[in-house]
């Protein structure tokens, strides 16, 4: 069948991507031969290239792989682990453990990233619009109050100051001095942080979410890739433990020991009505 027939074409074109070009023996991404890339790329220049369509510079590459380092695990306390454990102890596979708690980082856990990125980014494009960055965190953070909201990526529930925030700060401030970086969300983030002290009255640090958002921005990410890298991150430390709990066994474990129960505030026992 020649390369004109138009069913051919149309099949050809169902998918199309610039990601990978694949034919027998030849397997290139973006471009690059697969064969040239293994034993000279990490893991985290990867994914720059297949989300970027370019390889990072050393320093960009060493801001991501300082993100997901930082956010791959958080204890069996959170959801995604605790239920990637559970699972594992109902006789699924690995993969299966990893995907169940995959599937539970949603807004409320595990959003927080690309919140905080929407958020820095529309700040950023206030000032863009002439606004002063002061101006801009207020009415963003006005708006938030207004929706009953709060802002993404400060204060922890745990932690009175989170250990992660501060060490990727240092490291996009010294990014920054170099040039890698422009250093500007950073300096929005910072900016958040000043604003939310002033009205809450107490000083609301930074955390994980909120210093992987300023990373991410910086590196030039759109806000939902925010997300997807945290869960490519967190999928790290669920592996773990799925394959720590297949470890040690135990079979149906649920949320609370089997010899604990839940509280119960239904109706009292009662009889079933007889039948007409």
């Not at 074409?9 to 034919?23: G, L, Q, S, Y």
């Not at 990637?84 to 595990?110: E, I, K, P, Q, Y």
């Not at 970086?181 to 009205?199: D, P, Q, T």
């Not at 799925?242 to 109706?267: C, F, H, L, S, V």
Request: proline share 7%; with cysteine; aromatic share 6%.
């Amino acid at each position: 069948m020649s390369d004109e027939d138009p069913t051919q074409r149309r099949v050809e074109d169902w998918w199309r991507t610039e990601i990978i070009d694949m034919a027998p023996g030849e397997i290139r991404y973006r471009g690059y031969p697969v064969e040239d890339l293994i034993g000279r790329v990490s893991f985290p220049q990867m994914i720059w290239l297949m989300l970027r369509g370019e390889l990072p510079s050393a320093i960009e590459a060493s801001l991501l792989d300082a993100a997901l380092t930082a956010a791959v695990d958080h204890g069996p306390q959170a959801p995604g682990v605790a239920i990637a454990r559970m699972a594992a102890t109902c006789g699924v596979g690995l993969n299966n453990a990893m995907a169940s708690g995959l599937n539970a980082l949603g807004d409320v856990h595990g959003g927080a990233g690309e919140q905080a990125a929407t958020l820095y980014s529309a700040i950023a494009a206030r000032v863009d619009d002439s606004a002063a960055l002061e101006e801009a965190v207020s009415a963003e953070l006005d708006a938030i109050a207004a929706g009953g909201g709060y802002a993404p990526g400060f204060g922890h529930r745990f932690h009175p100051v989170d250990p992660r925030a501060p060490r990727l700060l240092a490291l996009v401030d010294q990014a920054a001095t170099s040039g890698a970086v422009s250093g500007r969300f950073a300096a929005i983030g910072r900016a958040v942080e000043a604003a939310l002290a002033e009205r809450k009255g107490k000083t609301i640090p930074m955390n994980i979410d909120g210093a992987t958002a300023v990373i991410y921005t910086e590196l030039g990410f759109s806000p939902p890739l925010a997300r997807g890298l945290f869960c490519l991150s967190r999928s790290v430390g669920i592996l773990a433990h799925a394959w720590e709990q297949t470890q040690q066994g135990g079979r149906n474990k649920g949320p609370i020991p089997r010899d604990m129960i839940w509280t119960y505030d239904g109706p009292g026992e009662r009889p079933v009505p007889e039948s007409d």
